[in-house]
């Protein structure tokens, strides 16, 4: 066995013997799922963020850890709620970053760039020069909001449309107005010579 399956048995016993000692700890509860997220096995993990909820339903770090394993499961919109949630209570003592970067992240995963560069720039007042907000932000910078350009695309074609039809059905009045008077032109043109030649 190599150190590291040493040291994640010896931290796997010492949590079971924390939960043995405090079963209905919330700490417990997070460091375990904490522990089965390091381990990769997320449904475990997600079970022990939700048992700990529901004894602490306003856990912000819980609410955002659990937030953090649905984001990378890309269950966008659970994550996003979550972590909203977790940013609404936090205690006001303490800095509120990671929730800041995570919803940056998740803004950025749904292609909303815009709000996501305003979260990922209040880390960086919070946090300046975090070095993941910095390449997040400049990744949105060099790819251009596809989103954005797809609507505003739309958006001048419509206009486009608009006008040409506006100018076609113009026309079509006008043109059918000068054959309108050309008839009657033609009409009274017509009656004159009758007359003429009587």
Request: aromatic residues 8%; glycine residues 4%.
């Amino acid at each position: 066995a190599t150190t590291t399956d040493i040291d994640i048995d010896a931290i796997e016993r010492r949590l079971k013997k924390s939960k043995r000692e405090k079963p209905k700890s919330v700490e417990i509860y997070n460091q375990i799922a904490n522990f089965w997220r390091i381990k990769g096995d997320t449904q475990a993990s997600i079970e022990c963020y939700r048992r700990a909820l529901a004894v602490s339903p306003n856990n912000a770090e819980i609410l955002l850890n659990l937030a953090r394993v649905l984001f990378n499961l890309s269950y966008l919109d659970d994550a996003l709620f979550l972590t909203r949630r977790s940013l609404e209570v936090q205690p006001h003592d303490q800095i509120a970053w990671q929730q800041h970067f995570q919803l940056g992240e998740i803004l950025k995963a749904y292609g909303h760039f815009q709000e996501a560069a305003l979260h990922l720039r209040h880390v960086l007042d919070l946090r300046p020069n975090f070095q993941p907000a910095l390449e997040l932000l400049k990744e949105m910078e060099s790819s251009p909001d596809s989103s954005v350009h797809v609507y505003t695309l739309l958006i001048i074609v419509f206009l486009v449309l608009s006008v040409l039809g506006w100018i076609l059905s113009t026309l079509d009045a006008t043109l059918a107005e000068e054959q309108e008077n050309s008839n009657q032109r033609n009409k009274s043109n017509g009656r004159m010579k009758h007359r003429k030649g009587h």
